[in-house]
């Protein structure tokens, strides 16, 4: 009698393990993304992306970070795992690193540069995770990503230069206010105004990076106005609204007027921005649209699908005078 409830004891305990065993195999199939976007591949399943962004360097960017969180919510079928680099692009790198590692099943990136993408973007592609970039573009081979969503800022470059050309027909002094060394928009944003302006009497006086901040704008233009004084400069060109935020608090504390005894043309068009060319204290902006999170969120989605998606989305840009920013500034989103 032992021995038979001994036996049916331990038929029991084997029955009981291999129905747990049963259980945790489906559990961990269920719960484990395959490479690749194994949590993407269709129905109700969470797709999983990991978001690289530059920092919150400005205005345009905190626009760009609501719109990306917008756009991959949870009520949109993501999980969004967020990194904020600082502008540092090593960090920025180390993030898409711990992307990898986790497993995600897509990955957007911000590049804060334009070089040194290639092994990362390398590791991405042999764990089958494909990537998006956003807003900036990298010098890697594009057969190492996916897709970019951005915009064209040599354009917008261009359209500040060709109003800077039809505005000053007489000898003018101009300082430049850059972006991020190395980065996409500071590169082709400077290569597009030059081009505009060539040939004209607009001469650059000085450059120097202020790393798109309202605070670096500042600071690099108070050294400006030391070393040329406010009457040797005629024109400031910023390559974002925030920097040339920054050159207005300097040239005011200086004693002079912006917008009048010194001009300003920038880029991005966020609301700060556009108040002041509102107010007169900045004379043209030339738009950069932040909110692409909605288009990258459907790029992700259709490549995870296995789509052919387009290499390149451009999002148009407007540019804006006085009497436009007027009009433009109460139905402004960012």
């Known amino acids: 009698m032992r021995k038979q409830l001994l036996s049916t004891l331990a038929l029991v305990g084997v029955m009981a393990l291999t129905a747990t065993g049963c259980s945790t195999d489906t559990a961990d199939n269920d719960d484990v993304a395959a490479p690749g976007g194994g949590g993407g591949g269709g129905g109700d399943e969470v797709i999983t992306v990991g978001f690289a962004q530059t920092g919150s360097e400005s205005g345009w960017r905190s626009a760009n970070t609501e719109s990306m969180n917008e756009a991959f919510s949870e009520e949109n079928g993501f999980e969004l795992v967020f990194n904020s680099a600082d502008n540092d692009p090593a960090a920025q790198i180390a993030a898409v690193r711990s992307f990898i590692n986790q497993g995600v099943d ?13 092994d990362v973007l390398r590791e991405a592609q042999d764990a089958e995770i494909p ?19 951005g915009l064209d800022f040599e354009l917008e470059g261009q359209k500040a230069g060709e109003w800077a050309a039809e505005e000053f027909t007489e000898p003018t002094n101009m300082v430049v206010l850059e972006g991020t060394t190395g980065s996409a928009p500071a590169n082709d944003r400077a290569a597009g105004f030059d081009a505009a302006i060539e040939g004209t009497p607009i001469e650059k006086i000085d450059s120097q990076s202020g ?30 609204d925030d920097m040339g935020l920054g050159a207005i608090e300097a040239i005011e504390a200086a004693g002079a007027v912006p917008g009048e005894d010194i001009k300003i043309i920038t880029i991005d068009a966020v609301r700060d921005g556009m108040q002041a060319l509102v107010d007169g204290k900045i004379n043209y902006i030339v738009e950069c649209n932040p909110l692409l999170g909605e288009t990258a969120a459907e790029l992700v989605k259709a490549v995870l699908a296995g ?28």
Do not use: C
């Not at 897509?106 to 290639?118: H, K, L, Q, R, S």
């Not at 990537?131 to 969503?149: G, K, N, Q």
């Open 307 to 334: 789509e052919e998606v387009e290499k390149t989305t451009i999002v148009e840009d407007q540019a804006f005078d006085q009497a436009a920013a007027e009009e433009a500034l109460p139905d402004r989103t960012y």
């Open 106 to 118: 897509a990955i957007v990136i911000a590049p804060i540069v334009e070089d040194g993408w290639d």
């Open 131 to 149: 990537v998006i970039l956003e807003d900036r573009t990298v010098t890697a081979s594009d057969d190492l990503y996916a897709s970019w969503v």
């Open 211 to 240: 790393d798109f901040t309202r605070d670096g704008g500042k600071s690099v233009m108070e050294g400006f106005l030391q070393k040329h004084g406010a009457d040797g400069i005629d024109l400031v060109y910023a390559h974002n």
